[in-house]
Structure formats: structure tokens, C-alpha cells
């Protein structure tokens, strides 16, 4: 695997590839990679000639207080799994390369960050939206892949792709779950025993609304009741969020008659866990 840390050095390979008309596939990263990541190496592998990773603890996305210092680094690790994979190039950056002295320019999010994590996390989607576009600018991708597990900045990103035109394809790619249901996440290692037991309760909570609904149950304050029932039955009670709504907009639905989703997030100790499900017909 092919390692690249400057970003002038990227955008060169990248405008190579184009030349050469290579599909090119990304999969932007912060590092302390886990199953949930290789999931979209892997899909990103097999419908591109070329696929990029980058890693990259974007200080722009951290608001002060947040985890920024202490985010897990396992670059040995991650640089394994990816090699394993048959990953082409790993981009990794550095902070005063990708954000040289006077580095002032920043991308407004669509409203869709406006709600949930965006009023959570002050600036957390200024950031995100600036990095992404700037990394989409440096690796030229054709395909680009997204967790769904951080759903709202699905809907952030893929709402820049459309509004800015950028000549990309964003992939949504399916939640991975540890064996008891747990989505995968990279500050789950943050978790205390106890805690990480706990942690289960998310999403059993969820998957017990989606059983109400598929038997029939429409109505969200219903759906959502079932859910903050379970959680405050399970000992979770610092709900940030708990809510259903529209997949694109993020717009509160009441009465369920097309697709949504319950988007969770949630304090166990210390740590904070975001979840969600679809709720399809
Ligand atoms: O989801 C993440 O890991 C980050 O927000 C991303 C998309 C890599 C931007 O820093």
C-alpha cells in the first residue's frame, strides 16, 4: 500500500488516475479503524480500480472540551488492516500541511445540520463539511462511502454533493454491529465495562420500536415511548435525542406513512453514542 502525507503530492496522484480515466473510490477516516470502516474499504474495493483511505483527526470538527486530544490513534493497527485489505494508498496528512498558517476558508453546512448534533456540537458540521470537500478536492474520487451510523452527516454530505454539484457518487453504506447489537464505533473503546454492558441497551431499544412498527404501530410518539421506556428501563437515562424523522430533511414525522428514521443518541458515563434504524415498509 502506497502511503501519501503531503497534500500537494495527493492531488498530483489523483489528477494522474483522472487522466488515466481510473474509477476511484474514498473512504475518508479518522483513524482507529474497526469492522464498521472495513466494510466500506471492502465495498469501495470492489467497485473501483483504485481505491484511496485517509486518515485524519480533523481538529475543525471538535468543539472545545470534546475529545479531540484524547481520540484513539492506532495507526499501526489501522495501517495492517488496510494493507490486508489490498487498500492502493493510504493519505494521511498532517494538521500544518492540510491547514496551512492563515487557513481561513470554511463551508457553510446545508440546514440539515441544524438540529441534533448540530446544536449539540457547535461548528462539529463546519468542520466536517469543510474537511470532506477539501479531501474530495486533494483525492478526485468517483465513489465516495459513509457510514450510516452517523446519519445526520449522511444527510449533511450527500445534501453538499447535491447542492455544490460535485461530480461524486456518496454511498450510504449499512451499520455493523458487534455480535449483542452494539453499532460500531471508534469511541466505543472509550467504554468501562459496566458502561459497555449498558451500551447494549441502544440498540435493543431501537430494534424494539422497530418490532412495533412492523406490527403495525405508526404513530411516533408511540414508537418513541417504546424506545425511552427500554433505555430508561436499561439504566440509560441522559437521552441527548430520541427521534423519528424524515431521512433526507431530518424533519420531525408524527404519523409514520413513508420511510424514516429513529435517530438516538445517548450518554453512557462519559461517553456519547449515536444509533439509529431505518423504518421501512
Ligand atoms: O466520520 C468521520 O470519521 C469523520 O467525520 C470524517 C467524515 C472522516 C471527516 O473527518
Aim: glycine content about 6%; charged content about 25%; hydrophobic content about 40%.
Amino acid at each position: 500500500m502506497e502511503k501519501i502525507t503531503s497534500c500537494s503530492e495527493m492531488q498530483q496522484q489523483a489528477r494522474q488516475w483522472q487522466s488515466e480515466q481510473k474509477r476511484v473510490g474514498f473512504v475518508p477516516t479518522m483513524g482507529a479503524l474497526h469492522e464498521g470502516h472495513l466494510s466500506l474499504v471492502k465495498e469501495s474495493l470492489a467497485h473501483n480500480e483504485t481505491t484511496v483511505v485517509s486518515i485524519f483527526v480533523n481538529p475543525a470538527q471538535f468543539g472545545p472540551g470534546e475529545d479531540f486530544e484524547s481520540y484513539p490513534r492506532t495507526l499501526e493497527n489501522d495501517l495492517a488492516m488496510l494493507d490486508q485489505l489490498g487498500v492502493d494508498l493510504l493519505f494521511l496528512p498532517s494538521q500544518d500541511d492540510f491547514y496551512q498558517d492563515g487557513f481561513s476558508t470554511y463551508i457553510e453546512p446545508p440546514v440539515v445540520a441544524n438540529r441534533f448534533e448540530g446544536t449539540l456540537r457547535k461548528d462539529h458540521f463546519r468542520g466536517v463539511t469543510t474537511v470532506v470537500l477539501k479531501l474530495f478536492m486533494l483525492t478526485l474520487p468517483t465513489n465516495v462511502y459513509f457510514g450510516q451510523k452517523d446519519f445526520q452527516q449522511c444527510a449533511v454530505l450527500s445534501t453538499m454533493i447535491d447542492d455544490l454539484a460535485l461530480p461524486v457518487q456518496f454511498h450510504r453504506m449499512p451499520i455493523v454491529r458487534e455480535e449483542d447489537g452494539l453499532a460500531m464505533s471508534s469511541r466505543n473503546r472509550y467504554l468501562s465495562e459496566s458502561d459497555r454492558e449498558k451500551a447494549r441497551a441502544i440498540s435493543a431499544a431501537l430494534f424494539s420500536a422497530q418490532a412495533a412498527f412492523e406490527n403495525g404501530e405508526k404513530e411516533g410518539c408511540i414508537l418513541r415511548k417504546i424506545a425511552t421506556d427500554y433505555l430508561q428501563k436499561h439504566g440509560i437515562h441522559e437521552i441527548d435525542y430520541l427521534t423519528i424523522v424524515d431521512p433526507r430533511s431530518l424533519t420531525e414525522v408524527e404519523t409514520i406513512v413513508t420511510d424514516v428514521v429513529l435517530l438516538v443518541a445517548a450518554r453512557i458515563g462519559t461517553t456519547r453514542l449515536l444509533d439509529n434504524i431505518l423504518l421501512t415498509e
